[in-house]
Structure formats: structure tokens, C-alpha cells
């Protein structure tokens, strides 16, 4: 497939519009980078927890299950009967002994073999399957399956790197930080849809001084300001990174509310246990990692999030939350868990201004086909000790434009 755009000469300090609304690259996408060499994530290994257990995800585009087998080996495979190409998982989660698909009822077991067929052998000596067919020639699609305490990936590679290795030192010290080892707990989940392309929400998390513009909340509350330490860490090859925060939970001063008039003082919380921070980390109240291609994983304050960003099409994308905790937290912690959750979501406090922008910022550049967004804030696309850069963004497109070519 031939790209039907050309790059702008100014390299990663632009983005053509087509990046966020062509149909020709969108497929492309899901042959380069989602059937490509990577690691995908599809869920937590706390979601299913017995033999049976299942839970639907996706790989880009494409819907795939997550399944515990009956010797406890964490399987995805892709939900699509071998035979008419039906899909044979409809629950969005649930247990189950084996996928039955129901147009003709071919089963699958929970590794994913071909182990039942009605009238295989036809009916009174006539018809049936012919004496070229081979079942195991028709088992489920399998992809391969990596964990790192309790998460899960999958890719449609076989010779992908190793999950620590893709992730690289800078990422997995970070990954590490969250997920360390301790049974993860999953305390809630919501799903919504956002008109905007799946990178436009890849990218809001990789700018880390949009939040100090847009989120009047974090602004008037001091959770996420211009005026506290921030660093941007980027990976080797720029795919993946992290943004890290340490609020200062100050009122906003006077040059902040110059800035963004609606971070005034007038404004009180009736209730302030939202911001109630119970430190739990060496450093940074807040820490968002962005991993090639479409996961992010939120710790703000207390509340611990995997946002997977699902692509619906150039002009959409789906946005599941899994929210989590560990098994060893006590009730106190949990209940600030919880009640952080409403930062986020398709209503939070804060993600419903992302939402919206990232909906006017996908229709502005369907109207203007022949346009490119401008990255110049900062310098280069490697890490740097400050808010004020796009660096992690130019990076993001720089490895994006090898990998689609």
C-alpha cells in the first residue's frame, strides 16, 4: 500500500492532517504497527483470575479474547471462527468450558483447538467434511502472550523482542514502579467513545504543559502547574515515554490566574479528600506513561489507571479505563482510589476537557486536509527536566514514520 501523503520537510516538528484522517493510512496502521512487531496490550491477569475466565480486547482493530486455560496459561487469540469467520466470543467478559460459534457450531476449547463439528461425518453416510479436511489445520488464530506482574500483552509477531527489551530501561523502571510485583486488584472499569483519532490521545499524554492550560481543575488546585517540577523521559527509540509531576497542592497564585482566569480563588472544594495524596511512590505525584502504541498507564495521585486507546476508524476511538489497586491495600487507600477516579473518565474532572478538545482538534483537521499541526515547543525528541517542550511528541512521529515507511 502506497502512503497517499508525503511528509512535510520540517520532519517531526509537523504532522499532516491525512496522519489523523486518511483511510488508506489507518489500514496501514493496522499492518505496520498493530499486526507488526509489537507488543499489545489486551488486560490485566487479575481480570481472569480462574481456568475459564475470559474478558474481551482488541489489537488494534481487531477483537481478540483473553482466556485463563485449563492448566492456568494465559491465551489470546483472535475472536473469529476458522470457519465463516463469525465471531465466536459475544460477552464482554465471563467464564466459559469452550467458544462455541454460533452460526455453525464449531467449538473451541479454551487453548483455542478446533475440538467439536456438527455432521462432520454428514448425516445417514452423506455429506460432510471432506476427506482433504484436517481440524487441527483450523484451530484459532493464537497470538503470542507476554506478562510482566499482571499485565498482559500480546503480539502477531513470533519474533518480537522480549517484553522488557521492547519496553527498555527508562520505560520498565517506571512500568515497575506501579506494577512491582504485588497481585494487582481491579477496583472498576468504564468505557466511551471519542471522536478523534487513537494518536490524538497518544499524543495529549506524551504534552505535558497542556495540562497546566487546559485543566482549570489540576490549575486552581495545584495538582498539575507550570510552577512545579516536571521531567519528560523519552525511550531510546522514542516510542514510548513518561511525563512526571509532583504536585504542590498550593492555591493558584495571581500569574496563574492571569494565565487561565478560571483557576481564581473563588473556587473551593466542598469536599476536599478528591486531592487527599497518600504518598506511596519515591517521587512524583503523578507519573503517565505512553507505551508504543496505544496503552497508558495513569498513576495521578492515588488513582491507578490502564487507559487503552482503541482505533475506530481515522476519525474515532474507543477509550476502556481499568482501574486497580493492589491486594494489600487497606480500606483507607482504596476508598482514595475510588474517589479519584472522578478526576477521569468520560465525565471527570479533568478528562472531559481532553474529550472535547481532542473531538475539535480531529474536526479542524478534517477540514483542513492540506494543513500540518505544529510541534515547536522545545528542543530535539529526547528527554528533557521541563513542561515546556513537545519533544516526546516529535519523537513519537519520528519512530512513527520509520515503522509505517
Known amino acids: ?19 489523523y484522517t486518511d483511510q488508506e493510512l489507518y489500514e496501514r496502521e493496522q499492518e505496520r504497527i498493530f499486526r507488526g512487531r509489537t507488543w499489545n496490550y489486551v488486560g490485566l491477569a487479575a481480570e481472569v483470575p480462574a ?49 462455541t460459534c454460533p452460526y455453525h457450531q464449531w467449538s473451541f476449547g479454551l487453548d483455542g483447538r ?27 488464530e493464537q497470538l503470542r502472550v ?14 518480537v523482542e522480549p517484553l522488557e527489551a521492547y519496553l527498555g530501561p527508562t520505560i520498565l523502571a517506571y512500568f515497575d514502579r506501579v506494577c512491582d510485583g504485588r497481585p494487582l ?33 489540576f490549575v486552581t488546585f495545584g495538582i498539575w502547574r507550570s ?3 516536571t521531567e519528560v523521559k523519552v525511550d531510546e527509540l522514542g516510542r514510548s515515554s513518561v ?26 472544594l466542598e469536599d476536599a479528600s478528591i486531592i487527599a495524596h497518600q504518598r506511596e511512590y519515591e517521587h512524583g505525584t503523578g507519573a503517565i506513561l505512553t507505551i508504543w502504541p496505544n496503552l497508558i498507564i495513569l498513576q495521578q495521585l492515588n488513582c491507578l489507571a490502564m487507559r487503552h486507546v482503541r482505533p475506530d476508524g481515522p476519525d474515532a476511538c474507543v477509550k476502556s479505563w481499568t482501574f486497580f489497586g493492589y491486594e494489600s491495600d487497606t480500606p ?18 479533568v478528562t472531559i476537557d481532553d474529550n472535547e478538545v481532542l473531538a475539535i482538534s480531529q474536526a479542524g483537521a478534517r477540514s483542513a486536509p492540506d494543513s500540518a499541526a505544529v510541534l515547536e515547543a522545545g528542543e530535539g525528541t529526547g528527554s528533557a527536566d521541563h513542561m515546556l517542550t513537545e519533544s516526546a511528541i516529535r519523537a513519537f512521529y519520528q519512530y512513527y514514520q520509520k515503522i509505517m515507511e
Open 51 to 99: 481456568p475459564g475466565d475470559f474478558i474481551q480486547s482488541y489489537v488494534g482493530s481487531t477483537p481478540v479474547v483473553l482466556v485463563r486455560d485449563r492448566e492456568g496459561e494465559l491465551r489470546v487469540f483472535v475472536n473469529r471462527c476458522t470457519h465463516r469467520n463469525a465471531q465466536v466470543c459475544h460477552e464482554p467478559r465471563g467464564h466459559a468450558k469452550v467458544f
Open 185 to 217: 486488584r481491579v477496583i472498576g472499569s468504564m468505557r466511551h467513545r471519542v471522536e478523534a483519532n487513537w494518536k490524538l490521545q497518544v499524543e495529549n499524554l506524551k504534552d505535558p504543559f497542556h495540562a497546566a492550560l487546559l485543566h482549570s481543575f
Open 332 to 349: 483507607e487507600l482504596l476508598e482514595k482510589r475510588l474517589l479519584q477516579a472522578n478526576m477521569l473518565g468520560p465525565s471527570g474532572l
Open 227 to 229: 510552577d512545579q517540577e
Open 1 to 19: 500500500m502506497q502512503s497517499p501523503m508525503q511528509w512535510p520537510s520540517e520532519g517531526a516538528r509537523r504532522v499532516p492532517a491525512a496522519v
Open 243 to 268: 511525563l512526571v509531576s509532583t504536585a504542590s497542592f498550593k492555591r493558584a497564585t495571581q500569574e496563574a490566574v492571569e494565565q487561565r482566569p478560571a483557576a481564581s480563588g473563588d473556587f473551593r
Open 146 to 159: 507476554a506478562e510482566r506482574h499482571g499485565v498482559v500483552f500480546a503480539s502477531f509477531s513470533h519474533d
Open 114 to 140: 478446533l475440538i467439536g463439528i456438527p455432521f462432520r461425518r454428514g448425516i445417514n453416510g452423506k455429506g460432510g467434511m471432506s476427506s482433504c479436511f484436517k481440524a487441527e489445520e483450523h484451530n484459532l
